[in-house]
C-alpha cells in the first residue's frame, strides 16, 4: 500500500450531482445538491436549503427553512450525510409511551 496516497474516509463520488441531507455537529441540517468532495469529508452544495430548529426544543426542527444558495461545509463539522432518495423521518423507537 502506498503511504504517500490518502483515502477518502466516505465514497461520496456516486452521490455527486444528487440531492443529500447533511448535518452538522451543532445539530444544524442542510439539504443540497452534492458538487464535490474531498478525502477529509469537506463537502460543497449547492441550491442549498437550511432547516431551522425549534428555540425551545433544539432537536425537533420546524417547517422554516433558509436558502443558502453554494456553500462548502467543513469536513470536521459534518456528523451525517445521506442521499434525500430513500429518506423518510420515522418515530424515535427508544422514546416510551407514556
Given at each position: 500500500?502506498?503511504?504517500?496516497?490518502?483515502?477518502?474516509?466516505?465514497?461520496?463520488?456516486?452521490?455527486?450531482?444528487?440531492?443529500?441531507?447533511?448535518?452538522f455537529s451543532g445539530?444544524?441540517?442542510?439539504?443540497?445538491?452534492?458538487?464535490?468532495?474531498?478525502?477529509?469529508?469537506?463537502?460543497?452544495?449547492?441550491?442549498?436549503?437550511?432547516?431551522?430548529?425549534?428555540?425551545?426544543?433544539?432537536?425537533?426542527?420546524?417547517?422554516?427553512?433558509?436558502?443558502l444558495g453554494l456553500?462548502?461545509?467543513?469536513?470536521?463539522?459534518?456528523?451525517?450525510?445521506?442521499?434525500?432518495?430513500g429518506m423518510m423521518?420515522?418515530?424515535?423507537?427508544?422514546?416510551?409511551?407514556?
Open positions: 500500500m502506498n503511504a504517500d496516497k490518502k483515502q477518502a474516509v466516505l465514497d461520496l463520488s456516486r452521490h455527486v450531482d444528487q440531492k443529500v441531507r447533511v448535518k445539530g444544524r441540517e442542510v439539504e443540497g445538491r452534492l458538487k464535490g468532495f474531498d478525502t477529509l469529508v469537506n463537502l460543497v452544495l449547492d441550491e442549498c436549503i437550511e432547516y431551522i430548529r425549534d428555540p425551545d426544543d433544539p432537536y425537533k426542527l420546524t417547517n422554516e427553512t433558509r436558502q456553500i462548502v461545509c467543513r469536513g470536521t463539522a459534518v456528523t451525517l450525510v445521506c442521499p434525500c432518495d423521518e420515522i418515530a424515535n423507537p427508544f422514546i416510551s409511551a407514556e
